[in-house]
């Protein structure tokens, strides 16, 4: 993503702290670290943010399912051969 290597490389100046003896890679390139803190109340009201939020996060929350004590494949005992 040309975002992230922007704000992370070339906002931050990585370039020039990279040193490749010392972990700054040249085959996978030189990587930043950018931390954006955004204050959610600036744009609403908190409550309503953090009321989305976990609406959110309980919609895309993942289903856990028990896993199948034994598998049934073709060839296997299950099967039937006319």
């Not at 073709?74 to 051969?81: A, Y």
């Given at each position: 993503?040309?975002?992230?290597?922007?704000?992370?490389?070339?906002?931050?100046?990585?370039?020039?702290?990279?040193?490749?003896h010392r972990g700054?890679?040249?085959?996978?390139?030189?990587?930043?670290v950018v931390?954006?803190?955004?204050?959610?109340?600036?744009?609403?009201?908190?409550?309503?943010?953090?009321?989305?939020?976990?609406?959110?996060?309980?919609?895309?929350?993942?289903?856990?399912?028990?896993?199948?004590?034994?598998?049934?494949?073709?060839?296997?005992?299950?099967?039937?051969?006319?």
């Amino acid at each position: 993503m040309i975002a992230a290597e922007i704000l992370g490389r070339i906002l931050t100046g990585a370039d020039a702290y990279a040193d490749p003896h010392r972990g700054g890679c040249h085959h996978v390139g030189i990587k930043g670290v950018v931390i954006i803190a955004l204050s959610a109340d600036v744009f609403q009201q908190l409550e309503s943010y953090a009321s989305e939020t976990g609406e959110l996060v309980r919609a895309r929350a993942l289903k856990v399912r028990a896993v199948p004590t034994r598998a049934v494949y073709p060839g296997g005992s299950r099967s039937r051969r006319s």
